[in-house]
């Protein structure tokens, strides 16, 4: 059964305090990896996708990275604005049967302090 | 460029009333699907939709059925609102799969 797991749950950073965020997976054959940013009161809004293992990918102060077990989510000198819900979700070969939908882990709450 | 849009955003119902649900896109997607977020844990597909005319069920589909008439809209409907169908529901899309999904703002439904 494929798994997606998000640790922390939550974390507390100061604003300008580098951390990263962890998403692990199981799945039968990897089609695609994806962050969502979700605010609150709000659908999630798309960040990155990573396909294979190596991959990276950024924007702003955010970083996604890609082994063949989990995915990293570096925040760089993180802002009050980066506070947030982030998602991670898979597509896996499996999924094939349900319109190739996504598996969410349960998310990570982000809050940055001034 | 309005995306994905659902209504109503908030609703109350009592034990046994039914209700839609609206989900409506603007970007000629095939795919949509039906979200539910509870408290603590990761979105749960309860519908998907390949295309008009074709659904299936994804993985909580009890209690909730779809329709699928045109590309654009993809109505959600509860027929005996139960009290663990209290959650937030979302509606999404994508142009092909493996692509970023674009989510509707959520209806929060409170059963009681």
């Known amino acids: 059964e494929d798994q997606v797991t998000q640790s922390p749950e939550a974390l507390r950073l100061q604003e300008g305090e580098s951390s990263s965020l962890n998403c692990s997976y199981t799945v039968s054959g990897l089609r695609g990896l994806f962050w969502y940013r979700q605010d609150p009161g709000k659908g999630p809004e798309f960040l990155f996708t990573l396909y294979s293992a190596g991959e990276e990918k950024e924007k702003e102060r955010l970083k996604a990275t890609l082994t063949k077990k989990e995915s990293f989510l570096h925040i760089t000198a993180p802002k009050p604005e980066d506070s947030a819900t982030y998602l991670c979700a898979v597509q896996a070969v499996a999924n094939s049967n349900s319109g190739y939908a996504l598996n969410f882990g349960k998310g990570t709450s982000l809050l940055v302090t001034p | 460029n309005a995306g994905v849009t659902q209504t109503p955003k908030f609703r109350i119902l009592k034990i046994g009333q039914s209700m839609t649900l609206q989900c409506t896109q603007d970007m000629n997607h095939n795919y949509m699907y039906w979200y539910r977020q509870d408290p603590g844990m990761g979105l749960k597909l309860i519908y998907y939709s390949v295309g008009a005319g074709i659904t299936d069920k994804g993985e909580v589909p009890n209690g909730y059925n779809v329709s699928r008439s045109t590309t654009e809209d993809f109505p959600l409907r509860l027929e005996l609102a139960a009290p663990s169908q209290t959650s937030v529901y979302f509606c999404?899309?994508?142009?092909?799969?493996?692509?970023?999904?674009?989510f509707g703002q959520g209806t929060r439904l409170t059963v009681v």
């Open positions: 999404a899309s994508t142009e092909v799969p493996n692509t970023e999904a674009f």
